[in-house]
């Protein structure tokens, strides 16, 4: 049997599986509420609508490919897409019971109903998927991976699947053809020029390769001929890390395909539904940490002389100048001691940052570590000035408006966290973080603030990269 036949006849496995795991949570969802409130002799009533419901739900799961186990997907995302999926299939059931006015299901029970659908249906998808992980973790069905390119894109990339065990990749090393054999880089080592590919791909059992060499399209359309003969997956990293795919739309223009780069604009309804998360985040917030601010206001207060809250002006949205508050990490007078410290600086850039700054009392440097300093920003985004996630706010005299990359960042709300909390912190470069705000403008979406802001707990956890 081929391996395109066992591969085909394993998804078959997986989806008739997952699909009867599915149908029995679904029976469980359905059947639980209904004998707890109803008289059973209604369950022949409704279950015309829940057998139609179930057949929807199912029908979402399908086209939202959730009949897999795709490594690169987060666990987040699975649990929003399982969500999703259960919400608009609800809608439909909904609206199909209520222009048919044959059966009435009472509110509450359709409710119920729903929260029980994504509880347990996304619920025992986040166990399964902690459940492959740690098996892949440990070696199970990992791939063996050669990286095309030893420039920064390559290094970045094994740099990225280092910090991802769960994905099961390994790499076995580069090739490169402007780089010594045996050279290391990245601890992995360069195992000869792209014309060895076959004798490398076979000596080191290799199943993917990624090439991050996209502007060489002689030596690309080479390595994928080579890859078929060899049965090797070769996959083309794109050429900036600015660009992202989710902005390729493909066509064809007669037999020729293309690649078209598309802007992603914002929609209205979009940006009401950022807009009411951030309230909703931001008000349970103030709520259930204000006797932390309490005690870190007298801390504060203790600690050195001057006010509790630290407050100066950031640009906003379209460049709009703001109050921006945080508590007070530094003696009070080290904006004038700030000149003298210039020569000290750690950061690259406009930015300013030491890992030992003197002004920074005691309290503060907890607080820094701990990002409880950010706290008091929860006001800036219940008021409208910032945003949950979204680019870091940075200081007037660090925003230059010659730079069309930053103003580019000043399209959107600024945010209390984002893509450079989560990967670095203090350690990210100017222009890294530059970089990443400008991606994570393009590629927004309520998804993608779900995954930073979960992402964003067990970061500040760690307190890598806080100072």
């Known amino acids: ?147 095309v390119g030893a420039g920064k894109m390559g290094i970045g990339l094994a740099r990225e699947i280092d910090q991802r ?45 990624l090439v991050t060499i996209p502007g060489h399209r002689e030596k690309i359309a080479q390595l994928i001929n080579q890859g078929k003969i060899l049965n090797v997956s070769v996959k083309i990293i794109p050429d900036q890390f600015g660009l992202s795919v989710g902005l390729l739309t493909g066509s064809k223009i007669g037999y020729i395909p293309t690649l078209e780069y598309i802007t992603k604009r914002i929609h209205g309804t979009e940006l009401l539904g950022k807009r009411a998360t951030d309230v909703l985040l931001s008000g349970i917030g103030l709520i259930l940490l204000s006797p932390l601010f309490i005690i870190l206001v007298i801390l504060v207060k203790i600690g050195s002389k001057g006010p509790a809250f630290y407050i100066s002006n950031r640009y906003g949205k379209k460049a709009r100048i703001f109050n921006f508050y945080k508590f007070r990490t530094m003696v009070a007078n080290a904006e004038e001691i700030l000149p003298t410290l210039k020569a000290d600086n750690d950061a690259d850039g406009p930015l300013f940052k030491m890992k030992n700054d003197p002004r920074i009392t005691t309290i503060g440097r907890f607080m820094r570590k701990y990002s409880l300093d950010e706290l008091p920003q929860f006001w800036n985004v219940l008021k409208g000035d910032m945003s949950m996630v979204g680019p870091r706010p940075l200081p007037l005299d660090q925003v230059q408006n010659s730079d069309l990359k930053q103003l580019e960042r000043l399209g959107i709300k600024p945010g209390i966290t984002g893509l450079w909390q989560i990967r670095g912190r203090s350690d990210v470069s100017f222009k890294r973080l530059i970089r990443w705000d400008s991606w994570y403008i393009k590629n927004w979406s309520l998804g993608l603030d779900l995954k930073i802001l979960l992402e964003t707990v067990p970061t500040v956890l760690k307190t890598k990269g806080a100072y």
């Open 1 to 147: 049997m081929s391996a395109e036949r066992r591969l085909e006849r394993k998804n078959k496995q997986i989806f008739i599986l997952y699909s009867l795991i599915d149908i029995v949570f679904i029976l469980f969802s359905f059947y639980c509420p209904v004998i707890r409130n109803l008289n059973i002799s209604y369950l022949r009533q409704y279950a015309l609508i829940y057998y139609l419901w179930g057949v929807i739900i199912i029908l979402f799961f399908v086209v939202h490919k959730l009949y897999r186990t795709e490594r690169e997907m987060t666990i987040p995302m699975e649990a929003f897409l399982v969500c999703k999926a259960v919400f608009f299939s609800s809608l439909l059931t909904g609206a199909i019971v209520f222009f048919s006015k044959t059966i009435i299901l009472p509110k509450i029970m359709f409710v119920i109903n729903s929260m029980l659908l994504c509880v347990t249906l996304a619920g025992w998808r986040i166990v399964k998927r902690w459940a492959v992980r740690y098996l892949i973790a440990r070696g199970y069905n990992n791939f063996n991976v050669l990286i």
């Open 165 to 209: 065990p769960y994905l099961g990749l390994r790499v076995v090393g580069f090739l490169d053809d402007y780089k010594q054999k045996e050279d290391v880089v990245n601890g992995y080592k360069v195992l000869g020029g792209i014309s060895d590919f076959k004798k490398v791909a076979q000596q080191n059992f290799v199943d993917e390769v």
